[in-house]
């Protein structure tokens, strides 16, 4: 599916000038997916030299093709060390022995956590422009984000929906893909019924609180799993005979970015169209 046109002019324009040069790092290495994708957005050209794998993975960035400009790593300091980089972007539950032996080899590491809310996307985008020092490129993507976040305000909260994914695992409150599915106007049931994170929520319990939508990623396992049991049972198979279940690709909110405003296109739709036959 191709990304909102708004969404490629940013990255079209990614080469623009931004901040002091001196402020510049020249030789930036990214070790987590999410840090990759906000760097590729932010950085200018020639200043990001490698991001992970994981920016070439489809299931898991939605910058894959961005990403075949740069030097793939695998998050070890051996391998980035020999880049040798001026700045390492790296998350804070990813290779954090690698980014502790960085630091102790005197390479500058920026940490940065997993994100809730889009507050937090915000506070991120701005600081990689920051440490990047491209500062004006960080506002003006995040006031892209914000001017297509202002295109979903429609109230859906007459909608329910539940993120359900394998082992029966659901999204509560305080996390992102709340976050999302309130940008959309819906009413996660998970939340609403007082899960904070994340907990299982068996079948039966699901069927008893009839949402209006099941969320779920569209990434299957090639081969059967156990862990996917939960979607094929008959009970779960009837019940979303009808167009209950929407699939929202996973690279839309592993990670949170502009790209982030096509899951909440996908979820605003899907709820229009449960509204309309309800």
Request: proline share 4%; aromatic share 6%; hydrophobic share 45%.
């Amino acid at each position: 599916m191709k990304l909102a046109g708004w969404f490629c002019a940013i990255v079209l324009a990614g080469g623009a000038a931004a901040g002091p040069a001196a402020a510049q790092p020249s030789r930036v290495v990214s070790m987590n997916v999410c840090t990759d994708q906000m760097a590729m957005l932010v950085a200018g050209e020639g200043q990001l030299i490698s991001v992970t794998h994981l920016a070439t993975d489809p299931h898991t960035s939605a910058m894959v093709e961005e990403a075949q400009a740069f030097s793939v790593n695998h998050g070890l300091a051996e391998e980035i060390f020999l880049m040798k980089p001026d700045l390492v972007l790296a998350g804070t539950y990813t290779s954090r022995a690698s980014a502790d032996l960085l630091r102790s080899l005197g390479i500058r590491v920026e940490m940065f956590d997993p994100v809730d809310n889009f507050g937090e996307v915000r506070e991120q985008l701005l600081r990689i422009g920051e440490v990047l020092g491209r500062k004006d490129r960080a506002a003006a993507i995040v006031a892209e984000l914000d001017e297509g976040l202002r295109e979903y305000t429609t109230d859906m909260s007459g909608i329910t929906a539940l993120g359900w994914s394998s082992n029966s695992y659901a999204t509560g409150g305080g996390t992102f893909t709340d976050a999302v599915m309130k940008a959309a106007g819906l009413t996660n049931i998970a939340a609403r019924e007082g899960i904070q994170g994340g907990a299982r929520v068996p079948l039966e319990t699901l069927l008893a609180q009839k949402p209006d939508l099941i969320v779920t990623g569209s990434t299957s396992y090639e081969r059967p799993a156990m862990a996917q049991d939960n979607f094929a049972h008959p009970a779960f198979r009837a019940y979303v005979s009808d167009g209950k279940q929407v699939s929202v690709p996973d690279q839309y909110w592993v990670c949170g970015a502009p790209f982030t405003l096509e899951a909440v296109r996908i979820l605003q739709m899907a709820a229009k169209a449960r509204g309309a036959a309800n």
